[in-house]
């Protein structure tokens, strides 16, 4: 039996257990909310530290692709013009390489040749083994190359092979595939060239013949020999003891006539389009490639001159008063004269029969196609001075183009 005094009160009083337990476990809990927030904040103020370097080196590095792109312009600029300066006159010779075959070197003198080829010439001369006996050109260039690892641009110098060559023949070879040429075309001259061609396809050929003069010395001497023993057979003389006699070296070479070497050479020129050059000497085969060097230097040169040789003027430009038009005659002159072959005669004598642009184009549109292209064909030009005066006409050629010029609508027609 319970007994409860009159003193305590329910203030007093314990709560029940499992009213303490509800307790503790709502003060973890609050406990629990309350740390995992203050995590929650700590993590977020460390975040945002990396999530700025993170910024601020994509910054950085889009900065160093722009300069490194910028950079690389400059480079490839440079490598253009380092590029289109090699290939001037003044320069292109310093970078060509000119190959001599080794069966070549050794007709001629390797030592005394490749000291000759070396003397006042700027190219570089080698003596190799090729598949021909034959003469090649190599050309140095500067190219430039990425690195893929650094993203850098470095220079690459390469030797090119240019697609020239020379084939050396003896004059006994020459003169064997004459005879066979007249006798069997199909062993001859040109039939050797083209299979020469098909043998080195892409490559220009051409054949340097040793020794013609010799050979044809050779076989007036042989042929006045002839002649000297059959007169004395005839009138019962004897011959000179063989003592009393020089002793000549017998010529195994074939016997062919100036006529016959001309059809050969006609022929092989007509079907194969090779050229045959003749040298006698070691002096004349050193000018030879040399010359055939320098042509090929400048090759490319002159082929980019030649593409852009319409508008040639080295005048940039007319200054024009806004206000007053003074100076459009000039502009209309100097327009004339961006045209090939248009000298300065040409373009006032022009100018003075009309005096702009616009009224050239009026007068061609009341004109027939046939007689525009000739409306400027007798316009007087006048040259020098006084007594040293002297007057021609502008011709049927330059007026026809300049009626194509001024009339064409295609813009892909040619004006030659």
């Known amino acids: 039996m319970w007994t409860i005094s009159s003193e305590s009160s329910d203030e007093d009083l314990p709560p029940p257990p499992i009213f303490c337990q509800k307790d503790q476990s709502i003060k973890s809990a609050s406990n629990k909310v309350g740390s995992h927030h203050i995590t929650s904040q700590n993590v977020t103020k460390q975040d945002e530290i990396p999530d700025n370097r993170k910024r601020k080196d994509k910054v950085v590095t889009q900065s160093k692709k722009v300069a490194r792109s910028k950079d690389l312009d400059v480079f490839m600029r440079k490598a253009a013009q380092a590029k289109l300066k090699s290939l001037k006159p003044e320069q292109c010779l310093k970078n060509m390489v000119c190959l001599i075959d080794f069966r070549v070197a050794a007709v001629l003198g390797a030592n005394v040749l490749e000291k000759k080829l070396t003397t006042l010439s700027e190219s570089t001369y080698k003596i190799t083994a090729l598949s021909e006996a034959c003469v090649r050109w190599q050309r140095k260039v500067s190219s430039y190359d990425t690195n893929q690892i650094t993203n850098n641009m470095n220079y690459v110098n390469d030797c090119l092979d240019e697609n020239f060559m020379m084939v050396v023949l003896q004059v006994s070879d020459f003169a064997m595939l004459v005879c066979k040429n007249d006798a069997d075309i199909a062993n001859g001259l040109s039939q050797w060239a083209n299979n020469l061609k098909e043998n080195n396809s892409g490559i220009k050929v051409g054949i340097i013949c040793l ?33 009393q006699k020089r002793k000549r070296k017998r010529e195994t070479a074939a016997t ?5 070497i001309e059809d050969a050479l006609v022929q092989t020129q007509l079907t194969s389009l090779v050229n045959v050059h003749f ?12 010359q055939c060097t320098k042509a090929i230097a400048e090759t490319p040169y002159k082929c980019m001159k030649r593409k852009n040789m319409m508008f ?15 100076g459009s005659r000039k502009v209309w002159r100097q327009m004339l004269m961006e045209l090939h072959n248009v000298s300065p005669e040409m373009a006032s004598a022009i100018v ?15 004109l027939t196609p046939s007689e525009g292209e000739n409306l400027l064909s007798e316009v007087i030009v006048r040259r020098g001075v006084g007594s040293l005066e002297n007057r021609r006409k502008i011709g049927p050629e330059l007026s026809r183009r300049i009626y194509r010029m ?11």
């Open 352 to 366: 003075n029969g009309f005096p702009s642009l616009n009224q050239l184009l009026s007068a061609y549109q009341q």
């Open 256 to 260: 062919v006539t100036t006529d016959e």
């Open 406 to 416: 001024y009339t064409s609508t295609d813009g892909n027609a040619l004006l030659h």
């Open 279 to 290: 040298v006698e000497n070691q002096d004349e085969f050193v000018t030879l490639i040399q």
């Open 211 to 243: 020794g013609l003069k010799k050979y044809n010395q050779l076989i007036r001497n042989k042929a006045q020999r002839d002649y000297k023993q059959t007169i004395l057979a005839l009138s019962g003389e004897e011959e000179p003891p063989a003592g």
């Open 312 to 326: 040639i003027n080295e005048k940039s430009s007319v200054k024009v008063d806004s206000h007053t038009g003074e």
